[in-house]
């Protein structure tokens, strides 16, 4: 199916456009996240961020020299007041291939939250089981999300600070049950950059309508980016310079016991 390209948007935008798709395919290449023949999930949320991702892949699809398909999936939490009218009559007008999908997340969330588990954890865990399902139900091998830059750098600083782990979010990862592979391609791009692509191309943003939004966990990732702007202001490159840092890890000099074995 066809994708227009004709949507009204406000001011120009060619020049972020431009630097977006620049690291977009930067990621793309250095991870080799998209190979011949693949059809990729991509995960639509209503959110700035995989509107974003998705009308990028779909420029990628058009000028790459590799042959390969995306479809929408957009997940329905069965959150009160979730809007995914508003994203399917959006993704329709575009002429995307999607799909929705229905799951009772919420009330799974009501019933299985544990005295030691966060909302917001739990609903990630369900909706990546959901994505997993979904993915080999539409033909496709690759899984893509919209989690950029801060994302990677702030779940980082989050898994120091508050897990004792040094971990973050890879850009490509092989599902533990060995069916899928998830893509970020968004992860080079920062987020100011995708707030302002966004406001744009005017996308029609819709929230999770979660009621846990904006607790605990949130509040610590909300926390962890109030830092950064503040050091990056002072300090500007800061949290380029942490994403660098990610691949130019050295376990001989951390305390990591396993590099003695």
Known sequence: MTVSTEIPVAGDRSGLERRIMRKLGRAVFDFGMIAEGDRILVAVSGGKDSYTLLHTLEMLRRRSIVTFSIVAVN???????????????YLESCGFEYFMSRRDIARLIETKLKPTQTACALCARLRRGALYDLAP????????LGHHKDDLIETLLLNMFFAGELKSMPPLLHSDDGRNIVIRPLAYVDETDIAAYAALRE?????????????????????????????????????????????NVDRAKLLDRSFLD
Do not use: W
């Open 75 to 89: 997940i329905d939490h069965g959150f009160p007041g979730y809007r995914t009218d508003r994203i399917a009559a």
């Open 137 to 144: 139900e539409h033909g496709c091998n690759k899984i893509a």
């Open 203 to 247: 996308f029609p943003i819709v929230c999770c309508s979660c009621p846990a939004c904006g607790v605990r966990d949130n509040q610590q990732r909300r926390a962890m980016k109030i830092m950064l702007e503040k050091l990056d202001d002072r300090h500007p490159g800061l949290k380029s310079s942490i994403l660098t840092s990610m691949r």
